[in-house]
């Protein structure tokens, strides 16, 4: 195609991942013409780009598919409680290939900017290949977290060796055998990536600044029995994460700490921590995450733990977090990490006992030390939820930038939308319940809701919709309402819109809607069969409708 051609869709998706396959065959269900832009190789997002040795789930494989497909669901069997990346990128794959997706999909392609026209009411989409697509709907499926963000420590472009960051750790093998390896960066993809390669590098140092509180994973693979019953029980499983608030198999105990005697509270929390996935973090008493000293007293045995997994007494104290309690910054799930700090060749660099002066050609240099490398790996996180918009160029109404709308945090109605950016679905973006819960479930309910809204459009022949001022201002009240009283509003971390290496990300951000997955999608449904308040609907497309 030159690049002066020009392509007309009536629904244009950005992102091949989790969210945008599901988008993409809901669409065609509708009948409509749609195309999916993706910038990697393949369908998968996150998981077809993030790679690196010890990537996996940490929510239960089963209850990460999608729920929306029985014969899905059947013909897919999972081999591990928590599925490595590799098989993941499978098995997304796998339903691109069944649903028929493929051929609706672009790859290799970036979109750079969006602009709406407001005399034609679409949205014109310009390309990294130079071609310039028209759509009626843009629907973005970017990731909350896609847009990597390297350390601002000086030199790093000055390093001779290996170095990336883990979100492009490289498809070919990479050689960790004997090697001087570095890790920046001890957040949950840090905390895999350690375990994982430990007893690989010949020698592995570890920097970091502020450490987690992590957790046992307890994964395991899952026998023909547990295959069966797994396979037998979807309705039940899906069920359960549709009551609890994070869309998990988890959902708290609804008494308070205090309610419970101490001994049987210590039990409790043993079961807890030698159980699978996040039951040791959304699975405790209710108060563990809003009451200072309940999150104190869970903090502590945490730490106990700790302690009895490191054997330098020194080191378990550096690993244990002393600025934020248990559970206030997302817990990463771990198998053997805190072993990996038992082994002779596993060192810890605390940057803040000798902070890192800058990278060199041959390593690390801190104020106390110049260490050399083979390999640098960062995993320092990324510009968490808005960052993937900010590196494309919407442009809306009256020439304003998303980017400027946005500039001090995000601003939409449910999520969804954000006025002045007519048609413009933020599907997995901020503001929504999705970013703050198991990601495929969360997806399910947004774009079932979308859909039905485009549905509507088309049936009803209307050109734009948007939602108002006011609808917006209410639902970031809501917001706020929602963060009142947790914990995790008081710590940094991307949840909360922090991050140190992007300019003006150093003060608290209502990046995502804290009310639970439940009461988010009722009022969903609420507001489709209500008319769609809080949304202008306007002009017609009777005249040129693609289909
Ligand atoms: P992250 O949690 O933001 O961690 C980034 C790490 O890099 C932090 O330890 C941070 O230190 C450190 N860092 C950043 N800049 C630095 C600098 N200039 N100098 C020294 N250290 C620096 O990012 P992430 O680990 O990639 O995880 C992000 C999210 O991805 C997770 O919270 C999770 O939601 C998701 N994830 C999911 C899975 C899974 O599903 N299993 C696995 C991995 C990640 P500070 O803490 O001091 O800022």
Not at 145 to 160: D, H, N, W, Y
Not at 287 to 310: G, H, T, W
Not at 335 to 354: F, G, K, Q
Request: charged share 25%.
């Amino acid at each position: 195609m030159s690049s002066a051609e020009t392509s007309n869709h009536e629904v244009v998706i950005i992102g091949a991942g989790v969210c945008g396959i599901y988008m993409l065959h809901r669409m065609l269900d509708l009948g409509v013409d749609v195309t999916v832009i993706e910038a990697g190789d393949g369908p998968g997002g996150t998981w077809y780009w993030n790679r690196y040795p010890g990537a996996r789930f940490d929510s239960e494989s089963y209850t990460y598919g999608y729920s929306f497909n029985k014969e899905i669901l059947k013909e897919w069997s999972w081999s591990e409680h928590f599925a490595g990346q590799p098989e993941t990128l499978r098995y997304l794959n796998y339903v691109t290939d069944k649903l028929d997706l493929r051929k609706h999909m672009q790859f290799g392609i970036r979109v750079d900017a969006a602009q709406f026209d407001e005399a034609t009411n679409l949205w014109n989409v310009s390309l990294s290949d130079g071609r310039t697509l028209t759509t009626r709907i843009l629907v973005t499926a970017i990731g909350m977290l896609s847009a990597a963000t390297m350390p601002r420590i000086k030199g790093v472009e000055a390093f001779k060796g290996q170095s990336f960051h883990t979100y492009y750790w490289p498809q070919q093998p990479v050689d960790l055998a004997g090697k001087r390896i570095a890790v920046i960066g001890t957040g949950a993809t840090g905390v895999q990536v350690i375990a994982d390669i430990a007893d690989k590098a010949g020698d592995l140092h570890v920097f970091q600044r502020r450490p987690n509180w992590c957790a046992p994973l307890n994964n395991g693979p899952i026998d023909d029995a547990a295959q069966a019953e797994i396979k037998a029980s979807f309705d039940a499983i899906f069920e359960q994460c549709s009551k609890t608030p994070g869309s998990f198999l988890h959902g708290p105990d609804r008494r308070n700490l205090n309610e419970v005697p101490r001994e049987e509270r210590l039990a409790f929390w043993e079961k807890l921590y030698a159980s699978r996935g996040f039951g040791v973090w959304l699975g405790n008493y209710r108060d563990v995450l809003v009451d200072p000293d309940a999150n104190a007293e869970y903090s502590a045995f945490i730490a106990d733990k700790i302690r009895s997994r490191v054997k330098d007494p020194a080191v378990a104290e550096k690993l244990i977090p002393k600025d934020h309690g248990f559970g206030t910054r997302r817990v990463p799930l771990e198998t053997r990490y805190y072993e990996a700090y038992n082994r002779p060749n596993v060192h810890l660099v605390d940057v803040n006992d000798s902070p890192i002066e800058c990278i060199t050609s041959t390593g690390v240099r801190t104020t106390q030390k110049e260490y050399d490398f083979d390999l640098i790996i960062y995993a320092t996180g990324f510009d968490a939820i808005t960052g993937a918009f900010d590196r494309i160029d919407f442009t809306g109404r009256n020439g304003a930038k998303l980017a400027d709308k946005w500039r001090d945090g995000p601003i939409t109605y449910l999520g969804l939308q954000t006025a002045g950016f007519p048609n413009l679905f933020t599907l997995a973006g901020p503001q929504g319940a999705s970013v703050s819960s198991n990601f495929p479930p969360g997806i399910e309910a947004s774009v079932n809701w979308a859909t039905d809204l485009i549905r509507y459009l088309r049936e009803n022949n209307i050109a734009r919709v948007e939602p108002s001022i006011e609808a917006e201002e209410q639902w970031i009240e809501e917001i706020k309402a929602s963060y009142d009283g947790m914990l995790l509003t008081q710590t940094k971390s991307w949840f909360t819109g922090y991050n140190s290496n992007v300019d003006g990300h150093d003060k608290l951000r209502y990046m995502i809607y804290l009310g639970g997955a439940p009461k988010y999608r009722e009022r969903l449904t609420r507001i489709a069969q209500t008319g769609y308040p809080g949304f202008e609907l306007s002009g017609s497309t009777s005249k040129r409708r693609a289909r």
